[in-house]
């Protein structure tokens, strides 16, 4: 496959979804860093002013545009898309970073809260990427990256739609590769594993899971994600720099990425097991989540 040039960020602009939190947060302070002028998207507009309103103080020069957007709309996709080839008919970077969680068995989810998942995780990056690619590819050089996640390499119980959505976004990331390298576009896969994030407090509960078994839920999600966000979003950029094709973050993603390929069959046990086993500490299979 073509090899590409290192990725610029100055002078370019950046479209980033996920960006009042978490990696999104930190990886709008990383490209404000190396350059990069910013349309920064997310839900939560409480949370996106301030993160602007810091970059806009530390570098001037740049240009921060924010977009209130929930991701789970289709209309407010378009929407977006339309906004940001309106007024930057070229891009450099294109990061799809926004996600939300769902805990419970497939019986105990809503054929409604899959499809938001779906949706948020799957769909609109999707629709994103098809719209901007005349952005993306006006200008030699630019680069899309998809986060994904640890259950986008493995799929533990309770844990249906979300894997279904990060399996989805895997494959479409890892087509596109090789379709836009012609273009001079790279693409990045991220594969993050407990990354110390707001998607425990944000995560959807099954409409069927049972209300005892909610917050032993989610204090066992919180548990599990434990890697700074900083650290995360600071991977992130290099493997953009390097154009990598696909980025594992923490051991927490490291381990169960190698006993995948070890045993492509036979791991599923063995995460069923790790599953059952942490139900038992307090919390049902539905709590085991990572980003």
Do not use: W
Request: aromatic fraction near 4%; charged fraction near 20%; glycine fraction near 8%.
């Amino acid at each position: 496959m073509t090899r590409l040039p290192e990725y610029r960020f100055a002078g370019r602009t950046a479209v980033l979804t996920g960006a009042a939190s978490g990696i999104g947060e930190h990886l709008a302070y990383g490209l404000a860093h190396r350059g990069s002028d910013l349309v920064l998207v997310d839900v939560d507009e409480a949370r996106l002013g301030p993160v602007a309103e810091r970059i806009r103080v530390s570098h001037p020069a740049l240009t921060v545009r924010t977009v209130v957007a929930d991701l789970a709309d289709r209309a407010a996709v378009d929407g977006l898309a339309t906004l940001v080839l309106a007024e930057h008919p070229a891009i450099g970077l294109l990061v799809n970073n926004a996600g939300i969680a769902l805990g419970g068995r497939f019986d105990q989810v809503s054929v409604d809260q899959f499809e938001q998942v779906m949706n948020v995780n799957f769909r609109a990056p999707m629709l994103l990427t098809h719209a901007l690619l005349p952005a993306l590819t006006a200008t030699p050089g630019g680069h899309l990256v998809n986060v994904s996640s640890l259950f986008g390499l493995i799929a533990p119980p309770g844990q249906s739609a979300y894997c279904a959505s990060k399996f989805a976004l895997r494959g479409l990331s890892e087509s596109l590769r090789g379709e836009l390298v012609d273009n001079g576009v790279g693409v990045t896969t991220v594969h993050p594993g407990g990354i110390r994030t707001r998607i425990a407090e944000s995560a959807l509960i099954g409409s069927r899971v049972p209300e005892e078994e909610i917050e032993p839920n989610k204090k066992l999600f919180a548990a599990l994600l434990s890697y700074p966000p900083e650290k995360a979003a600071e991977q992130i950029l290099r493997a953009v720099a390097k154009r990598k094709a696909r980025l594992l973050i923490a051991s927490s993603a490291k381990a169960p990425d190698l006993l995948a390929r070890l045993l492509p069959v036979g791991h599923a046990r063995i995460v069923r097991a790790a599953t059952v086993a942490a139900s038992s500490r307090g919390a049902r299979p539905a709590a085991v989540i990572k980003r």
